[in-house]
């Protein structure tokens, strides 16, 4: 068919740049997940966990507060290492529940529709497209644990003093390097599962059992055994180990040498996990090309 009007011209609008051209894949991905209101209410709750230890933090310097609620000092709740741990372990829980929301369909709706060679035929790699999807979750995530984690710490070291806050530097540590952990097994496990498993249940389910069900096996593996190294095949065993450790938490285990796994033993594991699940990711999102 003959064509005479020649009406087509290139785009000559401002481009976005190169290093922040895989922030587009987030930025229209979350008009979907806060529509969710299951979303919002995880959110929130997070929050609140997230109030709730600032104002631990704040009673014990708010004479007038404490006053008012009719505390005695001695009864307030000492805000330590310890309760940044816990704290921290309420908010990856809540991180793993919103992944579980979230991460399942970010690849399977672009491999299901054929929309993965839309992606990589615009100037625009492989690279940057996992990295737009990771960071759907990585973002979102973030502003659940270490970011409010720094917060509330830079918060306790400006009430109690420079002496508090040089003793207990391992609590910012602690909190951004779990949290970082979490973060990069929750993000490529989701997205690997995403890949390989088209149904969104299906892969719910399989990154719930991911956590879930090598730490029962590991478990009772150990117990009969009587040794740690079978940790290394869960990957809650291990952040546990390093949550434990960054946070100088002593727990019934450090009391038997036989049952505590290497801190450098439990980086590996991680590190072993990340590259396995990379290279599932990489098998499977690739681009094609049909050639007739």
Not at 267 to 281: C, D, E, P, S, T
Request: charged share 10%; net charge positive.
């Amino acid at each position: 068919m003959s064509v005479y009007e020649h009406t087509y011209r290139p785009y000559e609008g401002p481009l976005t740049a190169q290093s922040s051209r895989f922030l587009v894949i987030p930025r229209h991905a979350y008009r979907g997940v806060f529509k969710s209101k299951l979303f919002i209410g995880v959110f929130a709750v997070s929050v609140v966990c997230t109030l709730v230890l600032a104002i631990l933090i704040y009673l014990p310097h708010n004479v007038n507060a404490l006053a008012l609620f009719q505390v005695s000092p001695d009864n307030v709740p000492h805000v330590g290492g310890n309760s940044f741990r816990i704290w921290l372990s309420f908010q990856t829980g809540f991180a793993f529940l919103m992944t579980v929301l979230i991460g399942p369909v970010l690849v399977s709706r672009d491999l299901t529709n054929n929309a993965l060679p839309l992606y990589l035929s615009r100037p625009f790699s492989r690279a940057e497209y996992l990295l737009g999807k990771a960071s759907v979750l990585l973002i979102i995530l973030s502003f659940m644990t270490w970011v409010p984690g720094l917060l509330l710490f830079v918060f306790q070291s400006y009430l109690s003093g420079f002496a508090w806050f040089s003793d207990h530097l391992f609590i910012a540590s602690g909190v951004f390097l779990t949290s970082a952990a979490w973060l990069v097994l929750l993000t490529l496990g989701s997205l690997t599962l995403s890949a390989w498993i088209k149904w969104r249940l299906a892969a719910s389910g399989a990154l719930f059992a991911m956590f879930t069900i090598p730490l029962a096996v590991t478990t009772m593996i150990s117990e009969l055994f009587r040794t740690p190294w079978a940790g290394l095949f869960s990957p809650s065993t291990l952040l546990k180990f390093i949550s434990d450790a960054l946070f100088h938490y002593q727990s019934s285990n450090d009391f038997d040498p036989w049952m505590v796994l290497p801190v450098w033993a439990s980086w590996a594991g991680i590190a072993g996990f990340v590259v396995v699940l990379l290279w599932l990711l990489s098998r499977r999102v690739q681009a094609y090309e049909v050639v007739v």
